[in-house]
């Protein structure tokens, strides 16, 4: 099987961007590259490590405050990465606990949808490998 310490791994040498760093997967897929030596941008809302993170791991990872629905808040480090990892999501839909419409902010198609095609469309991702773990889907724009 190929898992995600091979997908890891095939990005040595290069740069790493993770959007969504602070949540489970991105925190744990920044450590994994960050301890096989790889450079990684961590992008989160919060913009610094994720909380009770004090592993050294965590010390090699830039942390950036950015907001997935806008990627221009992070193109520096998208145009520094040869790969952006993208595990912004959520598993609880707003539009059924806070009677939302979908697409609105909160929502499933707005949190795990529309986060990934804004990244992917964005002009600061051109020549980027796109990797989205929700769909397993690894894209290369041009």
């Not at 965590?58 to 145009?79: C, E, H, R, Y």
């Not at 490998?129 to 290369?140: F, N």
Request: glycine share 10%.
């Amino acid at each position: 099987t190929w898992g995600i310490h091979n997908l890891i791994m095939s990005f040595a040498g290069k740069t790493l961007c993770v959007i969504g760093s602070s949540g489970y997967v991105g925190s744990n897929i920044c450590r994994e590259a960050a301890s096989l030596g790889i450079k990684v941008f961590g992008v989160s809302r919060q913009g610094g490590k994720p909380a009770k993170t004090f592993a050294p791991w965590s010390d090699k990872v830039t942390w950036i405050k950015g907001d997935a629905m806008n990627p221009s808040t992070f193109q520096d480090a998208l145009k520094e990465s040869q790969a952006v990892i993208h595990t912004v999501g959520t598993l609880i839909d707003t539009s059924l606990t806070q009677e939302c419409d979908p697409g609105e902010p909160g929502t499933y198609e707005q949190m795990n949808r529309d986060t990934a095609c804004l990244l992917y469309t964005s002009d600061a991702a051109d020549d980027l490998l796109c990797v989205d773990l929700g769909g397993r889907r690894i894209l290369k724009k041009k």
